[in-house]
């Protein structure tokens, strides 16, 4: 059963201690993780702490498998919860898992909340989310620990010391891709086009975003918008950007996979490329094998089946009783540069080509790292890097 009094503080004569001793435990186990992870926590904007989950006891097969999703309005959340799906019921056979069941909130926190709570009453085994808030979900996950079910999230952290948020530490992405553009030209007029406002991941970018501006002195701001991490969206408050700033924008900090529609939106109103940062996307390779000129690109891969994969990992070990050390657990980031787009490009690649997404040749979380963030490691149940289906597979 899950200790849930580990991580909340009480007031007895203990507890000013406790912080002094979370911090001193979180240091020693960060301290002991290979170099790649290690480095994933400096300056990590999360909460890190000791796991509540360290004394979890392995339940019973087959287990139900809940997936709490709070958004699948574009490709990349779609192709998340297909390939979590695909991984989940590869287990079904032998009889490890019974039923793989999703919720979609379309942003609504309050109807996430709900459906979590359906969750626990159904008796999930384990109920994994993106979360739609950092902070709102915080009651229902902790009534999820108290019935014994492990809640997970994936591409965002959640506040509650009971969750396992399974992260990146996107703070960092954000301070490096505005870094990048400072490199690339000192004093470039950007353009800021965020996610979702108020979404953990928006907020935890913008916060590195504005580190590396603030080292940056000659970066100029030329405006910021919302672009939903939607197609449609993005390129519609782009061109009205564009429209409204006759001076030249040199840059494109974006926070999503939407630099293909970014980089359409500059050349139909006539403007040259600029640099765009962002995560890789199939049909933004697409748009650059055919518009090697109108294409620029300096960012990461921040990929919906990596996502999914090291969710689901971090899922069955957990039910397995593998018994995770911290309540965040950090994945490398794989970065992308404009010189390598060739190496990441295949020929199922068009502008159009919205749903595909690439694949690394390796595997951004090898198993001997993830042992690392465990304190009974083993083999994950169910995966094999070398099956998991390429980019052109589903085409």
């Avoid at 933004?284 to 690109?297: H, Q, T, V």
Wanted: hydrophobic share 40%.
């Amino acid at each position: 059963m899950v200790r849930l009094g580990k991580l909340l503080l009480t007031a007895t004569l203990l507890a000013p201690l406790g912080p002094v001793a979370f911090a001193q435990d979180v240091s020693g186990v960060i301290g002991g993780f290979p170099a790649e992870l290690k480095a994933q926590y400096d300056g990590a904007p999360q909460k890190i702490l000791p796991s509540a989950w360290d004394n979890f006891a392995a339940p019973a097969k087959p287990w139900k498998w809940c997936h709490s999703e709070s958004y699948q309005g574009n490709p990349w959340r779609v192709s998340v919860t297909n390939e979590l799906k695909r991984l989940v019921e590869g287990l079904k056979a032998d009889g490890t898992v019974e039923s793989f069941e999703v919720s979609d909130s379309n942003n609504d926190p309050a109807q996430q909340i709900n459906q979590i709570r359906a969750f626990i009453d159904k008796g999930c085994s384990i109920i994994t989310s993106i979360p739609g808030s950092a902070t709102a979900l915080d009651e229902a996950i902790d009534a999820a620990a108290k019935a014994g079910i492990p809640f997970i999230t994936a591409a965002g952290s959640v506040t509650s010391p009971n969750a396992i948020n399974v992260d990146s530490n996107y703070a960092r992405w954000g301070y490096d891709m505005m870094t990048a553009i400072g490199k690339e030209k000192a004093d470039a007029s950007v353009l800021l086009v965020e996610g979702i406002a108020g979404h953990p991941i928006v907020v935890q970018e913008r916060e590195g975003g504005d580190k590396a501006l603030a080292e940056n002195s000659g970066l100029k701001v030329a405006r910021s918008v919302n672009g939903n991490w939607t197609a449609n969206v993005t390129k519609t408050v782009v061109l009205q950007a564009i429209a409204t700033n006759p001076a030249p924008i040199d840059a494109v900090w974006t926070t999503g996979s939407e630099s293909r529609v970014v980089a359409e939106a500059f050349a139909e109103a006539g403007r040259p490329a600029p640099l765009i940062t962002g995560s890789i996307t199939g049909d933004a390779l697409g748009y650059w094998k055919a518009n090697p000129d109108k294409y620029r690109f300096e960012g990461h891969a921040v990929l919906p089946g990596w996502t999914a994969q090291t969710l689901f990992r971090v899922g069955v070990r957990t039910l397995e009783g593998q018994k995770p050390k911290l309540n965040t657990l950090l994945i490398p980031i794989p970065p992308v540069h404009n010189a390598d787009l060739d190496k990441w490009y295949k020929d199922c690649m068009t502008a159009d080509a919205v749903s595909v997404f690439p694949v690394p040749p390796t595997d951004p979380m090898p198993e001997e790292w993830l042992d690392a963030y465990f304190a009974n490691p083993a083999p994950t149940t169910g995966w094999d890097y070398a099956k998991v289906p390429g980019a052109c597979a589903a085409q």
